[in-house]
């Protein structure tokens, strides 16, 4: 198992930034596929980013490309979702999950493992 911890969220302007980290701690991180989502009151959780075992390959949803950027260091044991041009509609509870599997894997059941979230607040 693993365990992990969010943190990093808060308030920004639009068109800022913000940087959330993700420890986790437990069996080994890099044997996990690991991945960002995010939840908006009223909406279910979508998939933000996931990053391969060893942070060679990232896949992004559409509307966070070109603006988010998702890495980790399995020295540390940390992954991090790097929010920049931050928008309202990013306002949401950020979680990072991990997985078991490899490949394409973008939806949240395809995850065994997930932290406690924080919250993101984009104002206009």
């Known amino acids: 198992q693993v365990q992990l911890v969010e943190s990093g969220g808060g308030s920004a302007q639009a068109g800022g930034s913000l940087r959330l980290s993700c420890a986790a701690s437990?069996?080994?991180?890099?044997?996990?596929?690991m991945g960002w989502f995010r939840q908006a009151p009223g909406k279910e959780r979508e998939f933000v980013a996931r990053?391969?075992?060893?942070?060679?390959?990232?896949y992004y949803a559409d509307s966070v490309k070109g603006r988010f950027t998702i890495s980790r260091d399995n020295a540390k044991n940390t992954l991090y979702l790097q929010m920049n041009s931050l928008k309202p509609d990013d306002t949401a509870v950020y979680y990072c999950?991990?997985?078991?599997?490899?490949?394409?894997?973008?939806?949240?059941?395809?995850?065994?493992?997930w932290g406690q979230g924080t919250q993101v607040t984009v104002s206009s």
């Open positions: 999950a991990a997985s078991d599997k490899i490949g394409y894997i973008i939806e949240h059941w395809q995850y065994d493992y």
């Open positions: 437990g069996r080994t991180f890099s044997t996990y596929t």
């Open positions: 990053i391969s075992r060893s942070g060679g390959f990232t």
